[in-house]
């Protein structure tokens, strides 16, 4: 099953973690998604006895996504250290998009 689909928004909260050594990087976000739009392909299965839907973009979707750091210190924060990285999780897979998506980062 292919369709095209067009979302005008929709808000997500996103958790990032990554392990440093022997501390634990915690990151909340605020993702506000925009003019999502492009083609998906959706399978469906039924596997004992409940039917399961499965979708994917077809090649890389349109969007604009707004992130915005909703941690109380304004930053990243790190179990076990005093250290912060210079980017998170989050920041480097929404950089890795592609060259079809505006990402704005902004701090709460």
């Not at 005008?8 to 050594?21: A, C, G, T, Y």
């Not at 707004?66 to 998170?88: F, H, K, Q, W, Y």
Request: proline share 4%; net charge negative; glycine share 6%.
């Amino acid at each position: 099953l292919r369709s095209s689909i067009s979302v005008p928004e929709f808000d997500l909260k996103l958790v990032s973690s990554q392990r440093m050594d022997d501390r634990l990087l915690v990151t909340n976000y605020n993702a506000k998604i925009t003019d999502l739009h492009g083609e998906i392909e959706a399978r469906m299965a039924c596997i004992a006895n409940q039917v399961y839907l499965m979708a994917c973009f077809c090649g890389r979707p349109e969007l604009d996504i707004e992130l915005v750091n909703t941690d109380s210190r304004g930053g990243a924060g790190i179990i076990g250290s005093s250290v912060t990285p210079a980017s998170t999780p989050v920041q480097e897979m929404m950089k890795r998009i592609g060259q079809s998506t505006q990402v704005v980062t902004m701090a709460s």
